[in-house]
């Protein structure tokens, strides 16, 4: 069975930094794009960073400079560093994996895997 777990979020005050997780259990992930959206209460889910399994990245423009996304094909777990956080990048954050790339995996449409989510809170 293909999981996608995400861990590290939690309450933090604007500012701080928080890294999560991803770790893909159930095959390999080593041909597939992995990246994160979030959605916060009461609007759509948003496309925040990907990264190719070659090591191509891609950013949303509210989050370049602050966060990085990152992979370990060893271990089939992504991260992604949150630097400089925001009242409004409060969400829960998905993982997500697929063998499409660039605009197609940031669309969010006919994603192959999900994760169940981890809820990030930035006070003010």
């Known amino acids: 069975q293909v999981q996608l777990v995400e861990s590290g979020g939690g309450l933090v005050q604007a500012g701080d930094s928080l890294r999560l997780s991803c770790a893909a259990s159930?095959?390999?992930?080593?041909?597939?794009?992995m990246g994160w959206f979030r959605q916060a209460p009461g609007k759509e889910r948003e496309f925040v960073a990907l990264i190719h399994w070659g090591g191509g990245t891609r950013y949303v423009d509210s989050v370049k400079d602050r966060f990085t996304i990152s992979r370990d094909s060893a271990k089939d777990t992504a991260y992604l560093q949150m630097n400089s956080l925001k009242p409004e990048d409060t969400a829960v954050y998905y993982c997500?994996?697929?063998?499409?790339?660039?605009?197609?995996?940031?669309?969010?449409?006919?994603?192959?895997?999900w994760g169940k989510g981890t809820l990030v809170t930035v006070s003010s």
């Open positions: 997500a994996a697929d063998l499409s790339v660039g605009s197609q995996f940031s669309s969010g449409v006919n994603i192959r895997y």
């Open positions: 159930g095959r390999t992930f080593n041909y597939y794009s």
